[in-house]
């Protein structure tokens, strides 16, 4: 079945560092269906990631998120997604620097840029986070799928010492605060 064109589920675009880290974050997530990493934001027609690699063709590492909104809100994803990484880091997460590590919000409807407005101005007016939250809201723009080699990743590849030192916390992370939001098939 064609998840992503299924009238039962709606996407989610997010940006929030490397794509690894938050497609590993949002596929342990109960009512995700499909989680793709991915380019989107940027110049060119089907970048490959030796491309966004120098920050030259604008793109962000980013994740499209197929999900059920009968299981999952949109308002839950926003939660999880500022919860797993530092949304006041202007193209930056942790060591990684460059435009593709932004922090951005790609909505695919009016109604999701509302709800993404609404969360970061609470987020804001509750001062969650010591700086001011510099996470961009845009409207979707076209989303190219990264290499074979990208996709689900950590799942294939939790031994490999960046998954162990950045990855890894952001699942314990996730496990302790959300526990009752995890698909307990994928952990």
């Given at each position: 079945?064609?998840?992503?064109?299924?009238?039962?589920?709606?996407?989610?675009?997010?940006?929030?560092?490397?794509?690894?880290?938050?497609?590993?974050?949002?596929?342990?997530?109960?009512?995700?269906?499909?989680?793709?990493?991915?380019?989107?934001?940027?110049?060119?027609?089907?970048?490959?990631?030796?491309?966004?690699?120098?920050?030259?063709?604008?793109?962000?590492?980013?994740?499209?998120?197929?999900f059920n909104p009968t299981q999952v809100s949109y308002t839950e994803l926003l939660e999880v997604f500022f919860a797993?990484?530092?949304?006041?880091?202007?193209?930056?997460?942790?060591?990684?620097?460059?435009?593709?590590?932004?922090?951005?919000?790609?909505?695919?409807?009016?109604?999701?840029?509302?709800?993404?407005?609404?969360?970061?101005?609470?987020?804001?007016?509750e001062k969650v986070f010591p700086s001011k939250i510099v996470t961009a809201i845009s409207e979707e723009k076209p989303?190219?799928?990264?290499?074979?080699?990208?996709?689900?990743?950590?799942?294939?590849?939790?031994?490999?010492?960046?998954?162990?030192?950045?990855?890894?916390?952001?699942?314990?992370?996730?496990?302790?605060?959300?526990?009752?939001?995890?698909?307990?098939?994928?952990?």
């Amino acid at each position: 079945m064609d998840k992503q064109n299924n009238s039962e589920f709606e996407t989610a675009i997010f940006a929030g560092g490397c794509f690894w880290c938050t497609e590993a974050v949002f596929q342990r997530l109960s009512g995700v269906e499909q989680v793709i990493s991915g380019y989107t934001g940027g110049t060119i027609k089907n970048p490959a990631y030796r491309e966004i690699c120098t920050g030259r063709t604008g793109h962000a590492e980013a994740v499209k998120i197929i999900f059920n909104p009968t299981q999952v809100s949109y308002t839950e994803l926003l939660e999880v997604f500022f919860a797993t990484h530092d949304p006041t880091t202007m193209n930056r997460q942790g060591n990684d620097v460059g435009t593709q590590y932004r922090s951005e919000i790609f909505y695919t409807s009016e109604g999701q840029k509302e709800e993404a407005e609404k969360f970061i101005a609470l987020l804001e007016s509750e001062k969650v986070f010591p700086s001011k939250i510099v996470t961009a809201i845009s409207e979707e723009k076209p989303f190219y799928n990264a290499e074979v080699e990208h996709q689900n990743y950590f799942n294939d590849n939790s031994n490999q010492p960046y998954c162990q030192f950045i990855i890894n916390p952001k699942i314990k992370k996730l496990e302790k605060h959300y526990a009752q939001k995890l698909n307990t098939t994928l952990k």
